[in-house]
């Protein structure tokens, strides 16, 4: 009788850890073998012996990635606590310290002979980017921002909420029937807007405008004229019909731009929100230079972006193997002290940093029940390989925010003039306006379609 598969593998893995499987897992001859069994608890189950060939090929994130994202790889069960437990994991042991010994080659080569799994390297799996040339030119930072945001209309819209907001939302209430996403990225938007002072009549620019919910949202609440710039086509082409469709082409343009080409300054106010993280290690200082120039004296920019934790908390800039290789590609995270240190040495003031990280947690969620609880749907918009990539891009990014290993804050920032004047209110409140959740009056739209009536802010659809 053949030797069970699973308890084969525990053993090696518990061998190169140093430590007992924080999971059951079960292998595609149905044996299992870990922690006693919990109805609650996670499964990993090994479903071909060729998940264990690219852990082989590939010991660590990219080989898991890669074995999860083929379906070699699945999880019975919570896959956020799945990845929660191996998180606590890493933690007590340092598992990212773990190297293969030569005797643990040996051992795992022999087991993988004897259950069939050795082989040429596997074919990584279709969605993985795949991107050339000098990291951040113009082309393949084109090319970095089309691998996901071009992935498809139809999903997004699915996905997130009417103003199609893909960033942290400000949650002012807690969840429930009377409040949801959509009010919260309503909040957030409210929120850029007023810490920006924006006022009938002034310029605003959004750098990496997504599909244009806050040029939209400003336009029609604050009565402002809008620029927003994106390198996604599919993300322009959205966000120019939703403009037509509300009537506000004279107030709000949407363009495929780089950054690096905007050149009607100046603007009032720019609003950059989770662009950032795209623009690269390199190329920070040039960003931060850009939006300086873009800003008249006295204006203020709000720029919204991620950050990973100081050091030994968060060691991986781009996020890891995984969202390396398939959900951001050339990202980079650095923590909020360097980010800040850059934004001064360009000449901006900063004004006011304001964490939302545990708002990020409530926004991620949502979005994962979605995923979750609509699975068909998804898979018809995007396929299976790529649902599995976004079960594990959400799981892992709730986890990553709520556990303190990425943060996210707006930062509001002033441009002196040649004297040094900021041009700022004195008070504290007026220079950051009401919270949303104060004063809703404040947020009335001012912008009236041609007929004479209020424009709806998001035209209407259902899910």
């Known amino acids: 009788m053949p030797t069970p598969v699973a308890p084969q593998l525990a053993e090696l893995i518990e061998r190169i850890i140093g430590a007992p499987l924080p999971i059951r897992i079960r292998a595609w001859d149905g ?61 007590t042991t340092d598992l990212g310290a773990v190297r293969l010994s030569t005797a643990d080659r040996i051992e795992a080569a022999k087991i993988g002979l004897r259950l069939g799994a050795l082989g040429p390297r596997p074919k990584p799996p279709a969605s993985e980017a795949r991107l050339s040339g000098g990291l951040h030119t113009h082309r393949r930072d084109r090319a970095a921002i089309a691998h996901h945001y071009d992935l498809s209309n139809d999903f997004y819209e699915f996905l997130l909420d009417p103003r199609m907001s893909y960033s942290c939302g400000y949650w002012t209430q807690q969840a429930g029937p009377a409040y949801g996403l959509a009010d919260a990225q309503r909040d957030k938007l409210d929120l850029i807007c007023r810490k920006l002072g924006l006022r009938p009549g002034m310029r605003l620019l959004d750098v990496g405008c997504g599909w244009a919910s806050l040029p939209i949202h400003a336009a029609q609440h604050y009565g402002v004229t809008a620029v927003g710039v994106t390198l996604s086509a599919q993300q322009r082409a959205f966000g120019t019909a ?61 720029l919204q972006q991620m950050s990973r934790g100081a050091a ?44 939302l990280r545990e708002h990020y947690v409530w926004t991620v969620r949502p979005w994962l029940d979605t ?5 068909a749907e998804a898979i018809r918009l995007i396929g299976e390989e790529q649902y599995r990539v976004w079960l594990l891009y959400l799981a892992g990014a709730a986890l990553a925010f709520e556990e303190n290993r990425m943060g996210v804050h707006q930062i509001l920032l002033a441009r002196p003039d040649a004297e040094g004047r900021s041009g700022l209110p004195r008070s504290r409140r007026d220079t950051l306006g009401a919270d949303p959740a104060e004063d809703r009056a404040a947020a009335a739209p001012v912008a009236v379609a041609r007929n004479g009536s209020p424009r709806e802010v998001v035209p209407g659809r259902t899910r």
């Open 371 to 375: 995923l979750q609880q609509h699975k």
């Open 242 to 302: 939703r403009v037509a469709e509300l009537g506000l082409q004279d107030q709000v343009e949407i363009r495929l731009q780089d950054y690096r080409e905007i050149p009607d300054q100046p603007f009032d106010a720019i609003a950059t929100i989770e662009m950032g993280e795209h623009v690269g290690e390199g190329n920070y200082s040039a960003y931060a230079a850009q939006l300086h120039r873009l800003l008249r004296p006295h204006g203020r920019l709000l």
């Open 312 to 355: 030994g908390t968060n060691t991986a800039p781009g996020g890891g193997a995984f969202m390396e290789s398939y959900v951001a590609p050339d990202m980079f995270m650095r923590p909020l002290g360097s980010t800040i240190n850059v934004l001064e040495q360009a000449g901006l003031e900063v004004v006011d940093v304001h964490s």
């Open 31 to 91: 044996s299992e073998s870990g922690p006693a069994h919990d109805p609650r608890a996670p499964i990993a189950i090994i479903r071909h012996r060729r998940a264990l060939r690219r852990l082989l090929w590939n010991p660590g994130e990219l080989g898991l990635a890669r074995a999860f994202v083929a379906g070699e790889l699945d999880v019975d069960g919570d896959i956020a606590d799945g990845l929660s437990r191996f998180w606590k994991l890493a933690k």
